[in-house]
């Protein structure tokens, strides 16, 4: 069982800039692929961005690309979001899963998830 803490969320104004990390329990954390989704009110999740477990592929949502960047620390157990220029658009619960070895897009093809952080951008 793969144990994943998100924190970082907040309230930001829009343009501005939050961190998301994932810590994860699980000692073998570099076979693992994570993600990160986020769900809206009234919407379903969606994927936002993933990462392989070697780090070595990484795929974006085009609603986030060049604006949001993932990374992993497999010293640490853990996977970070960088947000930068934040748009209303982005206010959402966001979560953090794992699954082995390959990232996807797909949620359900995520084994373990985090609780979830909220993220609201607003003036």
């Known amino acids: 069982q793969v144990h994943l803490v998100e924190s970082g969320g907040g309230l930001v104004q829009p343009g501005g800039s939050l961190r998301l990390s994932c810590a994860a329990s699980?000692?073998?954390?570099?076979?693992?692929?994570m993600g990160w989704f986020r769900q809206a009110p009234g919407k379903e999740r969606e994927f936002v961005v993933a990462i392989s477990s070697s780090g070595g592929t990484v795929d974006y949502a085009n609603a986030v690309k060049g604006r949001f960047t993932i990374s992993r620390d497999n010293t640490k157990n853990t996977v970070y979001l960088q947000m930068n220029s934040l748009k209303p658009e982005d206010t959402a619960v966001y979560y953090c899963?794992?699954?082995?070895?390959?990232?996807?897009?797909?949620?359900?093809?995520?084994?373990?998830w985090g609780q979830g952080t909220q993220v609201t951008v607003s003036s």
């Open positions: 899963a794992a699954r082995p070895f390959w990232a996807t897009r797909t949620v359900s093809t995520y084994n373990y």
């Open positions: 699980e000692r073998t954390f570099s076979t693992l692929a």
